[in-house]
Structure formats: structure tokens, C-alpha cells
């Protein structure tokens, strides 16, 4: 059940991706990237995670896109016929690239200085 669980949520990536490139054109929402989507054991939700380059724009392109979050779904289930339901979409900030820049900055400040204390 799981490896089905995983094809599901690759093509709702895939899909929604495709979605937001080809029919959101909305230039003000910027770089966005569908980083990840979990879909529950029953296929009824999927959480779809997005990334957008300008952190500052986060709050309001969720919001703008849970606006359209209607428009996506219909355009998902005319896209994806082998499913007996089209899931809830829910989108959250993938922030895991904000962790990663903090992880960086944090081994770089500990390498910077074990450096000085060496010296």
C-alpha cells in the first residue's frame, strides 16, 4: 500500500506543478517550486508543499494560492482519471531550505571560529 500511496502523491506533484506553470501564470507569485506533496492512507488529503524564492512573498502567495485552491483541484481530477477520488489539496511554506541556510551559517560561524582560537 505504501509504494501506491507514493505514486499517487509523485503525480499530484507532477500534475499540480504542471498546473501552476501552465495555467496560474501569475507572474507576481514568482519562482514557485512544488517541493513535496503526502497524501493520507485513504487518498482523501494531500498535503502539497511549495517553496518560493523571495521569502518575503510566502504569506501572501499561500494565501493566493489557497484562494485558487478550487481551480487546481478541477483542473487535477480532469487530469488524473485513474483516481476513485481527487484528494483535499492543503498547502504549507516548505521552509526546509531556511533550515538549511541556518545549518550552513551555523557550521560556518563554528569552523570561523575554531579557526581564530587556533591562530
Known sequence: MQ?????????????????????????????LTVTGVKVSPDLRNAKVYISLYEKEKREWALEKINDLKGLIRSELASRVNNLRFVPELFFYI??????????????????????????
Open 3 to 31: 509504494h501506491r500511496l507514493e505514486k499517487v502523491a509523485a503525480l499530484i506533484k507532477e500534475e499540480i506543478s504542471l498546473i501552476l506553470l501552465h495555467k496560474i501564470q501569475d507572474p507576481e507569485l514568482g519562482l
Open 94 to 119: 516548505d521552509d526546509t531550505m531556511d533550515y538549511v541556510e541556518k545549518m550552513e551559517n551555523l557550521f560556518k560561524k563554528i569552523h570561523k571560529d575554531d579557526n581564530e582560537q587556533s591562530e
